[in-house]
Nanobody, 114 residues
Framework: QVQLVESGGGVVQPGGSLRLSCVASVFVFGSRHMAWHRQAPGKRRELVAS???????MYAESVKGRFTISRDNAKNTVYLQMNSLKPEDTAVYYC????????WGQGTQVTVSS
């Protein structure tokens, strides 16, 4: 059974930075098209960033230029570096396949507030 464990969230002021991590207990992690998703209160879950097995990345327009997704296949880990954070980035952040087909983890709360 796949297990996804996210960490690194917290409370940060606007303009601040956080680095999220997700460890995935999944077979052949290195071949998976992984992504970070987020869900803000009262809103649907949305795809924030994705990274292919080959390292190609894509970003939602709202985070482009501020967030960077990366992966370490030796550690079965995917990261999300978040810079220049805005209040509208406040959400619970989850990692999963781009398709979201794995069971969702508990996520990690990111709160951007002054």
């Amino acid at each position: 059974q796949v297990q996804l464990v996210e960490s690194g969230g917290g409370v940060v002021q606007p303009g601040g930075s956080l680095r999220l991590s997700c460890v995935a207990s999944v077979f052949v992690f290195g071949s998976r098209h992984m992504a970070w998703h987020r869900q803000a209160p009262g809103k649907r879950r949305e795809l924030v960033a994705s990274i292919t097995a080959g390292g190609n990345t894509m970003y939602a327009e709202s985070v482009k230029g501020r967030f960077t997704i990366s992966r370490d296949n030796a550690k079965n880990t995917v990261y999300l570096q978040m810079n220049s954070l805005k209040p509208e980035d406040t959400a619970v952040y989850y990692c999963n396949l781009v398709s979201g087909d794995f069971a969702w983890g508990q996520g990690t709360q990111v709160t951007v507030s002054s």
